[in-house]
């Protein structure tokens, strides 16, 4: 079975810090994608990577950014936190040549930034 | 703004009765995913209807895709209180590579 997992569960960070959400898969997927998930507004795409030091903005990139060094970790950076980024963030994988195919989720990770 | 829109936002049904949930979305795609989660957890994806098929079926779940009127329906079929969860329609857009998703509908199944 796939298996995509996050850094933590339950995260909470203070207004202008810097905060890193890992995400990492273990079925050697080539995309991974970064969503954030929010009350009414479903799942919105931030970044996503179809390889390793690749990386494509999402329809919502400002104030993220993203890091694929490896090709099974894909993380979120958000350079200084701010309230309104306060949401759920999900982080998904899919194999290539599948790319219009299912993506597989990890648990999410939500974020409180006070 | 979202591609997918779920219809109703949410339902309640009793155990073993169907529930029937709509998405309707405004450009051409390539194909239409259904996921569920539950409360405060990943998404997991259920099935994937391609822009030339009709209908699919996984177990008890059933879905249609009509492309003139730009819409899919999500049937479960004897449902059960383990299917209390959000479900979330999300479209592969003709020319696009990102998989949109809808509001999702919120379904509870009381025992």
């Known amino acids: 079975d796939v298996k995509v997992t996050q850094s933590s569960r339950y995260l909470v960070k203070r207004t202008g810090e810097k905060v890193f959400l890992e995400c990492v898969q273990d079925?050697?997927?080539?995309?991974m994608f970064w969503y954030r998930q929010d009350p009414g507004l479903g799942l919105r795409l931030i970044y996503f990577s179809y390889d390793v030091k690749m990386k494509e903005k999402g329809d919502i990139p400002e104030g993220y950014s993203v890091s694929r060094e490896k090709k099974e970790r894909f993380s979120l950076i958000l350079e200084s936190a701010s309230t309104n980024q306060t949401s759920m963030y999900l982080c998904a994988s899919s194999s290539t040549g599948r790319i219009y195919n299912e993506q597989f989720f990890g648990p999410g990770t939500r974020l409180t930034v006070l | 703004s979202q591609q997918g829109e779920e219809d109703p936002q949410a339902l309640s049904i009793q155990e073993g009765e169907n529930a029937t949930m709509n998405c309707s979305y405004k450009?051409?795609?390539?194909?239409l995913q259904w996921y569920r989660q539950n409360s405060g957890r990943g998404l997991v994806h259920l099935i994937l209807?391609?822009?030339?098929?009709r209908e699919k079926h996984s177990g008890r779940l059933r879905v249609t895709l009509d492309t003139s009127k730009k819409s899919s329906s999500l049937l479960i079929t004897a449902s059960r209180a383990a299917d209390t969860a959000s479900y979330f329609c999300?479209?592969?857009?003709?020319?696009?590579?990102?998989?949109?998703f809808g509001g999702g509908t919120r379904v509870l199944v009381k025992p």
């Open positions: 079925m050697d997927h080539e995309n």
């Open positions: 999300a479209l592969i857009k003709a020319a696009g590579n990102k998989l949109t």
């Open positions: 450009t051409s795609i390539n194909n």
């Open positions: 209807i391609r822009s030339n098929e």
